[in-house]
């Protein structure tokens, strides 16, 4: 097999990046972005590696019976969706098979107690939060997204058309064509942000974060003009800059630009304060199913003492103390923590306490001095729990772990550690967060196996 070679496939699985997989005659497997389980396809190989390939579908012989036409037009060159070509419901079975194969192929544990996904019954328009890049291209101002495994810019927001993106709100479509008229209107050589990202509460407020990259004198006067223009977009209730350390992946610091620095949300009866530093969920009305379902996985009865683990800004924490005795949150983030402060006191909730710093080493630390919460919940970042996490919650003697993930592969390897350390799975949970992505949250269940029942 070499590069440019046009081969045959049969696509026997799609991975998590919605890729589909077949083998070559010399055994060599072959991932195919578009090509769909079950379907005979023609590809071009692009990309050869020792033990594996990636091909460019060029014809689909035998389509799948669950192919439909994507409802966007740039799905094909878009990296933000990348299951658009598949029937909803296929979507939905692939990844409950998913989340299954991962607890039982990584986990070691039995996956038959994985739940149907919960679905989305409109799965368009729901994200609250859009990150565009910006360029200027043949005179004109583009707001997109980069094309998969790319850096080529697919044109999302380029004038007069609103935002093409069918997962982003619609409010923030709004928005975002109207930033880039604004951007479109600044002087030639006007120092212009490198991003924008447009967050949006459920009380209908609107975030603009600039990202910059230089901080000069010129530089602050285009923004402060910016600045200026865009607060007087309808929604837009504060505009933050980030400054970028060049060279460093993460970079430097936020600064409010107008407005107090933060918009609300509300979920359930509760508000939330949220910065643009803070990590916040993407899709509100999942969000709710999904803290429905961990609110009934802690069965709490009024006398328990739970701990949040990775609380960001207390959603969970504020969500579940209503029917707990006490709270308490870890996160690492300070302007998290300061948000989930203000939260607890915007909702007039006293029963909550959170700490800042590296959770494997905070609550360690309070697990040592002798803390026992009955319930724990997890909701990490993508890579999971560090291991010390979860040697603490085993001394802490939790009856209850309910884990909240994003990754069905770092979720099954703790899922693997936590029942090595006496756990036993109860019951595992899809959810649609992300539709038309090959992204899935999950939520489960795990008992402390010196107890008895669910």
Not at 168 to 195: I, K, M, N, T, W
Request: hydrophobic share 40%; with cysteine; proline share 4%.
């Amino acid at each position: 097999m070499q590069e440019g070679q046009e081969v045959k496939l049969h696509i026997t699985d799609i991975n998590r990046y919605g890729e589909g997989i077949g083998r070559a005659d010399e055994g060599m497997v072959v991932f195919v972005p578009g090509a769909m389980t079950g379907e005979q396809v023609t590809v071009r190989i692009g990309e050869l590696r020792k033990r594996y390939a990636r091909g460019e579908l060029l014809e689909t012989v035998k389509p799948s019976e669950y192919r439909v036409m994507p409802s966007c037009n740039m799905a094909e060159r878009c990296g933000g969706c990348n299951l658009q070509h598949i029937a909803y419901d296929e979507q939905l079975r692939w990844k409950t098979d998913l989340v299954r194969q991962n607890i039982a192929r990584i986990g070691g544990v039995d996956g038959g107690v994985v739940r149907d996904i919960i679905s989305m019954p409109d799965p368009w328009h729901y994200r609250n939060n859009v990150r565009f890049k910006m360029r200027r291209q043949g005179g004109k101002v583009v707001l997109g997204f980069f094309a998969a495994e790319s850096h080529q810019l697919v044109a999302s927001v380029d004038g007069g058309h609103g935002t093409s993106c069918l997962l982003a709100h619609r409010d923030l479509g709004r928005v975002a064509e109207a930033v880039q008229a604004v951007l479109e209107d600044s002087p030639a050589g006007a120092a212009l942000p490198e991003e924008i990202i447009l967050r949006r509460g459920g009380t209908g407020e609107v975030m603009v974060v600039l990202i910059i990259k230089s901080t000069g004198a010129k530089s602050g006067e285009d923004l402060a003009g910016l600045t200026g223009k865009i607060s007087a977009i309808p929604g837009v209730v504060t505009i933050v800059g980030y400054t970028q350390n060049i060279g460093k992946k993460i970079a430097g610091r936020y600064q409010t630009l107008a407005g107090r620095g933060y918009i609300e949300d509300k979920i359930e009866g509760l508000r939330f304060r949220i910065s643009a530093a803070s990590f916040y969920q993407v899709n509100p009305s999942q969000t709710v199913a999904l803290y429905q379902k961990a609110l009934e996985y802690c069965a709490l009865q009024g006398h328990e003492e739970v701990a949040d683990a990775y609380c960001g800004v207390g959603t969970i924490a504020l969500y579940v103390a209503r029917y707990a005795k006490a709270v308490r949150g870890y996160e690492v983030v300070p302007g998290a923590v300061r948000d989930a402060e203000a939260n607890a006191a915007l909702n007039g909730i006293k029963n909550t306490r959170f700490f800042v710093g590296a959770v494997e080493r905070v609550l360690t630390e309070h697990v040592d001095k002798g803390y026992r919460p009955e319930v724990v919940v997890l909701d990490p970042p993508r890579s999971g729990c560090r291991p010390e996490v979860l040697d603490a919650l085993a001394q802490s003697g939790a009856r209850r772990v309910v884990y909240v993930s994003c990754d069905p592969a770092t979720l099954s390897r703790d899922l693997g550690y936590l029942h090595q350390l006496g756990f036993m799975l109860q019951e595992v949970q899809p959810v649609d967060m992300f539709p038309h992505t090959g992204h899935v949250e999950t939520i489960i269940l795990m008992t402390n196996s010196g107890f008895k029942g669910k």
